[in-house]
T-cell receptor, first 112, second 117 residues
């Protein structure tokens, strides 16, 4: 079983749609959960992070973590064509290790 | 806005040659990282660097790899004898802290694409 699994997509939605992106993981030591956005030929850019379980909202973006199910989600409301990118989940543990374990990324295309 | 800069943007080399990838982290950041992304695959951690020494490295970061902070601004990744499978995008990243408040707030550069022939 892969440590972090993420549906690669591509996911195509119309402008204004609500987008749901998800990752599952197997390592119960993971405590910090992040979502990065990566535009083509660019480096990953941090969107949101959460610690342990719960929800976090930032503008049109909401991150959810369910540690009991080892499942994390990113919701994008009122999606825009500029949201078209690859979305990477990433996580690490609470043991002092700083290395992030990334998912493979989901490619999102928002159609105008 | 401060950013991490990487050079070169693309390097083509012959198998067995040495390659040095360069990075200028954000100036007040203390932690530095190299990640790589083979085409079509996930971003993978290579090494982290703090206080002029390696703080953590992955299994990928074997004896062929080394990192250095030769001066107050540059952070380099050297691959001593490149192999075909080293072809990838190499990302440098830096962070100000690594505490509970912002454990994953890494700022990535745009990457250096390495092609080994």
């Amino acid at each position: 079983q892969k440590e972090v699994e993420q549906d690669p997509g591509p996911l195509s939605v119309p402008e204004g749609a609500i987008v749901s992106l998800n990752c599952t993981y197997s390592n119960s030591a993971f405590q910090y959960f992040m979502w990065y956005r990566q535009y083509s030929r660019k480096g990953p850019e941090l969107l949101m992070y959460t610690y342990s379980s719960g929800n976090k909202e930032d503008g049109r973006f909401t991150a959810q973590v369910d540690k009991s199910s080892k499942y994390i989600s990113l919701f994008i409301r009122d999606s825009q064509p500029s949201d078209s990118a690859t979305y990477l989940c990433a996580m690490n543990g609470d043991t002092g290790r700083r290395a992030l374990t990334f998912g493979s990324g989901t490619r999102l295309q928002v159609q105008p | 806005e401060p950013e991490v800069t990487q050079t070169p943007s693309h390097q083509v080399t012959q198998m067995g040659q040495e390659v040095i990838l360069r990075c200028v982290p954000i100036s007040n950041h203390l932690y530095f990282y190299w990640y790589r992304q083979i085409l079509g695959q996930k971003v993978e951690f290579l090494v982290s660097f703090y206080n002029n020494e390696i703080s953590e490295k992955s299994e990928i970061f074997d004896d062929q790899f080394s990192v250095e902070r030769p001066d107050g601004s540059n952070f380099t990744l050297k691959i001593r004898s490149t192999k075909l499978e080293d072809s990838a995008m190499y990302f440098c990243a830096s962070s100000e802290t690594m505490d509970r408040e912002s454990p994953g707030e890494l700022f990535f550069g745009e990457g250096s694409r390495l092609t080994v022939l």
